[in-house]
């Protein structure tokens, strides 16, 4: 706002320059007030609503705290594992593209596998707000114990 208000002046005053050299000073002084005034109402008037910024209100946010999982063993060292869960949009915008992360690592902290999935009923369109929805996951073939999981998320969000 203030680089308008500045340019709009400085073309103000050039413009009462020019004009001296052909009125008298009298009536320069009379046009150069109104140059000036109309100057700083153009400004303040059509060029306002360029200089305001829009605040982004959006808060995207989804829990993903509610999981469960089971494994069971399919020979020496085969092992089953499922995941299943519920989401819930907690934000103030629909989430699209929501993808849920599984890592399984065993007992010595050592990634076994790592997956992903999509939301059972809102894969294909966004999650609105305050809804929930669940996911699943099975791996049917992994080498070595899972002892635990990690899940995590992320989605898209359209900007308000």
Not at 3 to 22: D, H, N, R, W
Not at 42 to 51: K, R
Not at 91 to 116: A, F, R
Request: aromatic letters at 14%.
């Amino acid at each position: 706002m203030k680089k308008i208000i500045s340019t709009v002046t400085i073309f103000c005053f050039l413009t009462t320059i020019l004009q001296a050299e052909y009125y008298s000073k009298k009536e320069a002084r009379k046009t150069a007030l109104n140059t000036i005034l109309l100057g700083l109402g153009l400004a303040a008037i059509g060029y306002a609503p360029l200089a305001i910024e829009k605040k982004d209100i959006t808060n995207p946010s989804l829990n993903y705290s509610k999981y469960t999982w089971n494994k069971q063993n399919y020979g020496t060292s085969n092992w089953y594992a499922a995941a299943q869960g519920v989401v819930k949009n907690t934000g103030n915008v629909p989430l699209k593209n929501v993808k849920i992360y599984i890592k399984y690592y065993d007992v010595n902290n050592n990634l076994l596998s790592s997956e992903y999935t999509y939301l059972d009923t809102y894969w294909l369109e966004p999650l609105p707000v305050n809804t929930e929805d669940t996911w699943h996951d099975i791996i049917t073939t992994m080498l070595g114990e899972p002892h635990r999981l990690e899940v995590s998320a992320t989605y898209e969000y359209d900007k308000i």
